[in-house]
């Protein structure tokens, strides 16, 4: 069973900093892509970036330049630091993980609880 644990959410100042971390369980046979997808009130779940086993990395257009994503493969972790951070990136965030869990397995999404992220005065 794949679960993925989060941390690093909270409430910050338009400007300020966070940091977003989130762990996966051990023994996947396989990962593929580890990322951050966020969802704010009334808004569809979108993608904030994604990271291959490869070190490749893919960002949504409003957040290059002030998140970077990283990951730690040995440890099934990726991290998410935000900065410049403003009021429109207020949202629950959400790791993903896309894996194989077990030898012979399909591919599958898997999703944390959410971390919520507030950005306000």
């Known amino acids: 069973q794949v679960r993925l644990a989060e941390s690093g959410g909270g409430l910050v100042q338009p400007g300020g900093s966070l940091r977003l971390s989130c762990a996966a369980s051990?023994?996947?046979?396989?990962?593929?892509?580890m990322g951050w997808y966020r969802q704010a009130p009334g808004k569809q779940r979108e993608l904030v970036a994604y990271i291959t086993s490869g070190g490749n990395t893919n960002y949504a257009d409003s957040v290059k330049g002030r998140f970077t994503i990283s990951r730690v493969n040995a440890e099934n972790a990726v991290y998410l630091e935000m900065n410049s951070l403003k009021p429109e990136d207020t949202a629950v965030y959400y790791c993903?993980?896309?894996?194989?869990?077990?030898?012979?397995?399909?591919?599958?999404?898997?999703w944390g609880q959410g971390t919520q992220v507030t950005v306000s005065s």
């Open positions: 051990e023994n996947i046979f396989s990962i593929i892509t």
């Open positions: 993903n993980t896309r894996a194989v869990a077990a030898p012979g397995d399909y591919e599958s999404d898997y």
